[in-house]
Nanobody, 120 residues
Framework: QVQLVESGGGFVPPGGSLRLACAVS????????MGWYRQAPGSQRDVVAF???????VYADSVKGRFTISRDNSKNTVYLQMNSLKPEDTAVYYC??????????????WGQGTQVTVSS
């Protein structure tokens, strides 16, 4: 069983910063892709950023230059550093991994979500 535990959400004024973290655990886990999605009220869940096992990254246009994704493979943890936050960044942020275990190949897993609110 693969578990994703997120932390770091909260309330921040415009221009502020937050750092999200997602720790992944599981037996015989091999993670290829780690990333973050977000979903605002009344909207679909959209990709924010991915980081691949080779360190390559992809960002949504709306967060380029403000957000930085990174991963610590020794801890199976992915981070999202969010700077210059805007009210439109307000959403529930979901951790995502694509991973293989002894029972499943290349499956998608999701965290429970953490709320980020940007408001004055």
């Amino acid at each position: 069983q693969v578990q994703l535990v997120e932390s770091g959400g909260g309330f921040v004024p415009p221009g502020g910063s937050l750092r999200l973290a997602c720790a992944v655990s599981g037996s015989r886990l091999s993670i290829s892709i780690m990333g973050w999605y977000r979903q605002a009220p009344g909207s679909q869940r959209d990709v924010v950023a991915f980081v691949y096992s080779d360190g390559g990254t992809v960002y949504a246009d709306s967060v380029k230059g403000r957000f930085t994704i990174s991963r610590d493979n020794s801890k199976n943890t992915v981070y999202l550093q969010m700077n210059s936050l805007k009210p439109e960044d307000t959403a529930v942020y979901y951790c995502y991994v694509r991973a293989s275990t002894s029972r499943s190949m290349n499956s998608n897993y999701w965290g429970q979500g953490t709320q980020v609110t940007v408001s004055s």
